[in-house]
């Protein structure tokens, strides 16, 4: 496996968790409402529009966690107390933690 097989499984990887493991988590413990959990939890992905506000706008060396401003982890631990609400706030704090679990293992977890 060379370097370039690694980075294609890293981009499978990060969209794998952004698009395929939320409708996972939507049918198991949402089964009765997955589609409507599936879009909410896609929707938790604007998150990533506080990455305008830098610049550059993207940086393959910079990680997303403890940059921008809602990746912060004030940020972080606000989604965190949103999984001690019911309903949709839940779900979107779900959707978010989710999110910068997959941004966090993107750029810490690949040796490249």
């Given amino acids: ?27 198991i413990f949402y089964r009765e409402h997955w589609k409507k959990v599936y879009l909410i939890l896609l929707a938790t992905m604007l998150v990533d529009l506080d990455h305008l506000f830098a610049n550059p706008i993207f940086d393959p060396n910079r990680g997303s966690i403890g940059f921008h401003f809602l990746h912060s982890y004030y940020a972080i631990a606000v989604y965190f107390l949103m999984l001690f609400f019911k309903g949709n706030i839940r779900i979107i704090g779900i959707g978010l933690l989710l999110h910068m679990l997959t941004d966090f293992q993107d750029f810490y977890c690949w040796n490249l």
């Fill in 1 to 27: 496996m060379d370097l370039s097989d690694v980075a294609y499984f890293k981009t499978f990887v990060h969209y794998f968790l952004h698009f395929v493991f939320p409708v996972f988590i939507a049918l």
